[in-house]
């Protein structure tokens, strides 16, 4: 089975500066995905970036990247410059890559506040 | 191109009623998930389709169902609803079951059981 956890209930950020969001996973699938969402009030979960298990080198999309860290079992989020826009729930998920599993298990999320 | 949409937007039902929540999949997509999330967690895994065939099922009870059309789109019907039903149910597409293919999601559909 897999887990996700993310232990940040809610963090605050300055506009303009760098962010963190933890996510450390729990899994014994040989490979496997992992991926970021962000979902605003409106409800919609938006993708943002992925990660799969055997790639070397930390994804990245615009000022989103990932923090891959195997050996401890973490793919933190980091949102650079932050805008206000970006105040929203986001959710860290995963899926094995093989042994046909196709659900997405998710962690509880983190509140992410963008102050002016 | 239009994404996911899913009908209603949001549903007020009491206990023991019956719900229909629709759900349009990105054009070329053929795979159609969807998910429960209650408020303060994050979504469950309910069912996944596709082309018309049940790939997987999460752990919910029989009172909950689905199925794919054609075209590719989804119902998710629940039956004899209860309280702890009321969540936000989204769908998510996909152009295939692969664990590989990212699931897009639609804005939801916001059921209240009374």
């Given at each position: 089975?897999?887990?996700?956890?993310?232990?940040?209930?809610?963090?605050?950020?300055?506009?303009?500066?760098?962010?963190?969001?933890?996510?450390?996973?729990?899994?014994?699938?040989?490979?496997?995905?992992?991926?970021?969402?962000?979902?605003?009030?409106?409800?919609?979960?938006?993708?943002?970036?992925?990660?799969?298990?055997?790639?070397?080198?930390?994804?990245?999309?615009?000022?989103?990247?990932?923090?891959?860290q195997k050996a401890r079992k973490s793919a933190n989020l980091v949102i650079s410059a932050s805008?206000?826009?970006?105040?929203?729930?986001?959710?860290?998920?995963?899926?094995?890559?093989?042994?046909?599993?196709?659900?997405?298990?998710?962690?509880?999320?983190?509140k992410l506040t963008v102050n002016p | 191109d239009a994404g996911v949409t899913q009908s209603p937007?949001?549903?007020?039902?009491?206990?023991?009623?019956?719900?229909?929540?629709?759900?349009?999949?990105?054009?070329?997509?053929?795979?159609?998930?969807?998910?429960?999330?209650?408020?303060?967690?994050?979504?469950?895994?309910?069912?996944?389709?596709?082309?018309?065939?049940?790939?997987?099922?999460?752990?919910?009870?029989?009172?909950?169902?689905?199925?794919?059309?054609?075209?590719?789109?989804?119902?998710?019907?629940?039956?004899?609803?209860?309280?702890?039903?009321?969540?936000?149910?989204?769908?998510?597409?996909?152009?295939?079951?692969?664990?590989?293919?990212?699931?897009?999601?639609?804005?939801?559909?916001?059921?209240?059981?009374?």
């Amino acid at each position: 089975a897999q887990k996700i956890t993310q232990t940040q209930p809610g963090m605050f950020v300055q506009e303009k500066e760098a962010v963190t969001l933890d996510c450390t996973y729990d899994t014994s699938d040989p490979s496997y995905g992992l991926f970021w969402y962000k979902q605003p009030s409106s409800g919609e979960m938006i993708f943002l970036i992925y990660q799969g298990s055997y790639d070397q080198q930390n994804a990245t999309e615009g000022r989103y990247s990932l923090n891959f860290q195997k050996a401890r079992k973490s793919a933190n989020l980091v949102i650079s410059a932050s805008q206000l826009g970006d105040s929203a729930m986001y959710f860290c998920a995963m899926r094995p890559i093989q042994g046909g599993s196709e659900k997405l298990v998710f962690g509880k999320g983190t509140k992410l506040t963008v102050n002016p | 191109d239009a994404g996911v949409t899913q009908s209603p937007t949001h549903l007020i039902k009491t206990r023991g009623q019956h719900v229909t929540l629709r759900c349009s999949p990105i054009s070329g997509h053929k795979s159609v998930s969807w998910y429960q999330q209650v408020l303060g967690q994050g979504p469950q895994f309910i069912f996944q389709y596709y082309e018309k065939e049940e790939r997987g099922r999460g752990n919910f009870p029989d009172r909950f169902s689905a199925r794919q059309f054609p075209n590719y789109s989804s119902e998710l019907n629940v039956n004899a609803l209860l309280l702890g039903d009321s969540a936000l149910y989204l769908c998510a597409s996909s152009l295939g079951p692969w664990s590989t293919d990212t699931q897009y999601f639609g804005p939801g559909t916001r059921l209240t059981v009374l």
